[in-house]
């Protein structure tokens, strides 16, 4: 990394992150670093902008539409994302933070995965972690997508929706989602990657998730940038891990919580284990993409992919020693 001082003054000041369902739990580390003035403390002004999907999120930056994006790191081994040298620069996620859910309601008797074929099964949206976490789980008991019907529920009502009014026979999708289809008995998650131990049972590994990422030549040429939107996500990751529920209902927005604090705390508790705790990607995990996507898209070659290009960690150390993270 060329120079970046963590008192310097930004190059570029005023930033767009782009990014897929704001109030999504998913992106609280950016939340909390929006309210909590985090960004302001390092001298950044940062409008925060929700396509809807990461898949967006992601397009956008490619077409300079959006400074940064907030998004999974396996889309970054896509091979378009890597022909425009998109890399990674601070972690957010240690793991997918989705669950595999089965309908009580259609399949109230499911014993084997293999009886999901032709079901209908709800989808966060194409093309995410979702996808990924439905085709690994599929894969391990002889299926592929193709062996069940795909259905884009992504907002909060439609996924709801889509279960309870029997629409769907199974649902992969994030929180607050999951936690209130589980309160209410509407599912049974047959496989969870909110939690560390859940994530290694389907990814085989250590498996990052959520990260800011930026084009290569951006990351490299405004290091002081880079390094205060990193020392600003650090600071949030950092607040995370001691923060109580009174914290985190006065820091989140009211119309995140969906009326419900007791639902949106319940929530929180299920992905807290998976927040990162210190910005940095590990490079296990990062093999562990690797290899997971490889088993479903031949496109994805372990051996062929210059990992050193997809992220880098230098602004990460940085924070984590500032912060003590």
């Known amino acids: 990394m060329v120079g970046a001082q963590s008192s310097a003054r930004p190059e570029k000041s005023r930033l767009v992150i782009a990014l897929g369902a704001k109030a999504s739990l998913q992106h609280l580390p950016l939340t909390i670093a929006e309210r909590l003035n985090f960004f302001a403390a390092e001298r950044l002004e940062v409008e925060i902008l929700d396509l809807g999907t990461g898949v967006r999120a992601q397009q956008s930056v490619m077409e300079g539409a959006a400074d940064v994006a907030c998004g999974t790191f396996e889309g970054l081994l896509d091979p378009l994302a890597r022909k425009h040298l998109l890399q990674a620069f601070v972690l957010l996620a240690r793991a997918p933070q989705v669950a595999f859910g089965v309908s009580t309601r259609t399949m109230p008797m499911l014993k084997r995965v293999p009886d999901l074929r032709g079901r209908k099964i709800a989808l966060a949206a194409p093309g995410t972690s979702a996808q990924l976490v439905a085709a690994l789980v599929l894969a391990r008991h002889g299926l592929t997508l193709k062996d069940v019907q795909l259905v884009d529920a992504g907002a909060t009502g439609a996924a709801l929706q889509a279960v309870r009014t029997g629409s769907a026979d199974a649902i992969v999708h994030m929180e607050p989602v999951i936690t209130m289809l589980e309160q209410k008995g509407d599912i049974r998650v047959i496989s969870d990657t909110r939690s560390l131990k859940g994530s290694q049972d389907v990814f085989g590994g250590p498996m990052p998730s959520n990260s800011l990422f930026a084009p290569a030549p951006s990351v490299q040429n405004h290091p002081n940038t880079m390094q205060a939107l990193t020392h600003a996500v650090v600071h949030a990751l950092k607040w995370l891990q001691t923060a109580g529920p009174s914290d985190l209902i006065k820091a989140v927005p009211e119309s995140y919580l969906l009326g419900d604090r007791g639902l949106y705390l319940a929530s929180f508790g299920k992905i807290r284990e998976s927040i990162a705790l210190d910005g940095l990607i590990p490079d296990e995990?990062?093999?562990?993409?690797?290899?997971?996507?490889?088993?479903?898209?031949?496109?994805?070659?372990?051996?062929?992919?210059?990992?050193?290009?997809?992220?880098?960690?230098?602004?990460?150390r940085i924070a984590k020693e500032k912060f003590r993270a």
């Open 285 to 316: 995990g990062a093999r562990t993409a690797v290899r997971a996507l490889a088993r479903l898209d031949p496109a994805v070659v372990p051996g062929k992919i210059d990992l050193e290009r997809i992220y880098t960690n230098d602004y990460a």
